[in-house]
């Protein structure tokens, strides 16, 4: 009975902690201590309206349940329930998380979930009003920083060179250079070769006529006294042929043949008039005398 009348001092003095319109300005400890005796009055089973208060199976006297209610009052006043507080707490960060760059500088977080990229407030998470969990939900740093290897890459190909016949068919190139960009940092040489061919001019050649080598002299016109004599080629070697020019000059010579003086043989001239005759009669002779000519 003496322990009870302790009770209620203790109810008492606490109940002048508490202002009359309810605000709560009990200290930490205060309140602790309130809590304590609401412990000890549910014990008793008395009924009490606070969030979660289990009672015990006993029955309080009138002058407990008196008591007990006045401290109910005060701790309802300072929003203090049966039910405790947790403050949230961060559990251990996970792995960090890929870099968002293979080179040259990017970054990378880590949470306590690879999946969803954020620390979770679950080691305890907050409950019953408790505060949540203080500070960042993740966290951040650089990765990768080392240089960007750069992989050659082939300029523009240069103008064609001239082609290396007129017609005909014939070859032409044209080269690119390892400069757009030049490899660095231990990146790859351009791939493929530095220079391309093609072929040119593949139209085909015309052909000049060209002279055969020229035939037999003709018979001289004259045997002696100076005659003439002509002898002839062709325009097949070769024939014009794809637009090709035509033999130039004549197609047949002339030569001067057998200058030489012709040989005159003699030749008698007309007969004069008969002499007379040597004898009137009984037989006789007479002559003619002729002339030698020159032919």
Same mark, same amino acid.
């Given at each position: ?15 002048? *902690? ?23 009055? *549910? ?6 309206? *606070?969030?979660? =208060? ?226 009137? =009669? ?14």
């Amino acid at each position: 009975m003496g322990k009870f009348y302790v009770f209620l001092s203790v109810v008492t003095i606490l109940g002048l *902690l508490s202002e009359a319109n309810g605000a709560c300005k009990a200290p930490d400890k205060v309140i602790k201590r309130k809590k304590k005796v609401l412990a000890g009055c *549910l014990k008793k089973g008395y009924q009490s309206s *606070l969030e979660g =208060c289990v009672s015990g199976s006993g029955k309080p006297k009138r002058r407990q349940v008196k008591a007990c209610t006045e401290v109910e009052k005060q701790l309802a006043s300072c929003d203090v329930s049966c039910i405790e507080k947790v403050d949230g707490k961060y559990g251990p960060f996970g792995e960090w998380g890929t870099c968002s760059a293979a080179c040259g500088g990017g970054s990378q977080s880590r949470t306590r979930e690879c999946n969803n990229r954020s620390k979770i407030c679950n080691s305890p998470a907050p409950a019953n009003g408790g505060a949540d969990c203080s500070g960042e939900a993740s966290e951040t740093q650089a990765c990768n920083e080392n240089v960007c290897p750069v992989h050659g890459g082939w300029s523009a190909p240069g103008e064609w060179s001239a082609c290396s016949a007129t017609c005909g068919g014939g070859t032409q190139s044209r080269s690119k250079i390892c400069n757009n960009p030049a490899p660095a940092n231990g990146g790859a040489d351009c791939s493929g070769p530095a220079s391309e061919t093609q072929a040119c001019n593949e139209n085909v050649c015309p052909v000049n006529g060209g002279w055969s080598a020229p035939g037999e002299w003709s018979a001289c016109s004259a045997a002696c006294g100076g005659g003439t004599q002509s002898r002839s080629k062709i325009c097949n070697s070769p024939a014009p042929a794809n637009g090709g020019a035509d033999c130039s000059g004549e197609a047949s010579e002339t030569q001067a043949c057998n200058e030489n003086v012709c040989p005159v043989n003699g030749g008698w001239s007309a007969p004069g008039e008969w002499s007379a005759c040597s004898a009137a =009669c009984g037989g006789g002779t007479q002559s003619m005398p002729a002339i030698a000519t020159i032919c």
